[in-house]
């Protein structure tokens, strides 16, 4: 109980200073930065980011599920409806990441049983290698149909050690450079 009134009394402090209430719902950036939920990975500190300057998602590895797919999408289709400019999508995964146990099978068969999902959702989850995983989620928005072409993609990875964001891969239209 005393963790939440601690967020809520910082939450008096914030709006105490509030002047941000004619911010735009379009971000000034045109971009959604898709990373993980991990306390220590926080794209406002990481990226420098404002109020009103991006789009934010954030998820248990950062990963690029269904869900995630089908969310981009909409907010695409948004941001199009609004008049705004196309859409840049920056996957941001990170070193030490703890979905990293869930490569290990009785830790994956413990979380999958606890958490009513099952071993193999939790296995898809799993960063092992931050590069590779990146990689990866860039070949889930690159399949799936239902994103345009020219949608703007790049990768990158934080350091948790030393605070850098490292490119994995150049911002580029989705399907630019796709393996066949």
Request: aromatic share 4%; proline share 3%; net charge negative.
């Given at each position: 109980?005393?963790?939440?009134?601690?967020?809520?009394?910082?939450?008096?402090?914030?709006?105490?200073?509030?002047?941000?209430?004619?911010?735009?719902?379009?971000?000034?950036?045109?971009?959604?930065?898709?990373?993980?939920?991990?306390?220590?990975?926080?794209?406002?500190?990481?990226?420098?980011?404002?109020?009103?300057?991006?789009?934010?998602?954030?998820?248990?590895?950062?990963?690029v599920t269904d869900e995630v797919i089908g969310?981009?999408?909409?907010?695409?289709?948004?941001?199009?409806?609004?008049?705004?400019?196309?859409?840049?999508?920056?996957?941001?995964?990170?070193?030490?990441c703890g979905t990293s146990r869930f490569a290990?099978?009785?830790?994956?068969?413990?979380?999958?049983?606890?958490?009513?999902?099952?071993?193999?959702?939790?296995?898809?989850?799993?960063?092992?290698?931050?590069?590779?995983?990146?990689?990866?989620?860039?070949?889930?928005?690159?399949?799936?149909?239902?994103?345009?072409?020219?949608?703007?993609?790049?990768?990158?990875?934080?350091?948790?050690?030393?605070?850098?964001?490292?490119?994995?891969?150049?911002?580029?239209?989705?399907?630019?450079?796709?393996?066949?």
């Amino acid at each position: 109980m005393a963790d939440v009134q601690t967020l809520v009394d910082r939450n008096l402090e914030f709006a105490r200073s509030f002047d941000k209430g004619n911010l735009a719902m379009l971000p000034r950036l045109s971009t959604l930065v898709l990373t993980c939920l991990d306390a220590r990975v926080d794209p406002a500190h990481y990226l420098g980011l404002e109020l009103g300057d991006a789009f934010v998602m954030r998820n248990i590895g950062g990963r690029v599920t269904d869900e995630v797919i089908g969310q981009i999408a909409i907010l695409r289709a948004l941001v199009a409806v609004a008049g705004g400019a196309a859409l840049n999508v920056v996957i941001v995964h990170h070193t030490d990441c703890g979905t990293s146990r869930f490569a290990d099978p009785e830790a994956r068969q413990r979380i999958g049983q606890a958490a009513g999902t099952g071993e193999a959702v939790i296995e898809r989850l799993a960063v092992t290698d931050p590069q590779t995983s990146v990689t990866e989620d860039l070949d889930r928005l690159r399949a799936a149909s239902i994103l345009p072409d020219e949608l703007v993609v790049a990768g990158y990875v934080y350091d948790v050690t030393d605070g850098h964001v490292r490119e994995t891969f150049a911002p580029a239209s989705l399907r630019e450079g796709a393996r066949s």
